[in-house]
Nanobody, 128 residues
């Protein structure tokens, strides 16, 4: 069973910083893209930032130049450094990852099952 657990949310002041962490655990064989999403009540969940297994990053326009996504594959972890925070950054932040587990054996090696997993979310509040 694979789980993603976020931490690091809380209260920040406008202009301040927070660092979110997300660690995957379980019988993980491989991890592909890792992402952070945010969601406010009544709205859809939006992509904030993504990082590929090769370290290629992508950001929503609203956070470019302020947020930095990174990953640490030895720990199955992804991070989001949030700087110069604004009140509109307030949301529940979810990490997301495409993860492979071993699901049997083929003649030439293990059979893999890829699924997308979500964390439970961590609340970020920004006060002015």
């Amino acid at each position: 069973q694979v789980q993603l657990v976020e931490s690091g949310g809380g209260l920040a002041q406008t202009g301040g910083s927070l660092r979110l962490s997300c660690a995957a655990s379980g019988s993980i064989f491989d991890i592909d893209d890792m992402r952070w999403y945010c969601q406010v009540p009544g709205k859809q969940r939006d992509l904030v930032a993504a990082v590929t297994r090769f370290g290629v990053v992508n950001y929503a326009d609203s956070v470019k130049g302020r947020f930095v996504i990174s990953r640490e594959d030895t720990k199955h972890a992804v991070y989001l450094q949030m700087n110069s925070m604004k009140p509109e950054d307030a949301a529940v932040y979810y990490c997301n990852a495409r993860i492979a587990v071993i699901d049997g054996e083929h003649e030439d090696g293990p059979a893999l099952r890829w699924d997308v997993y979500w964390g439970q979310g961590t609340q970020v509040t920004v006060c002015s």
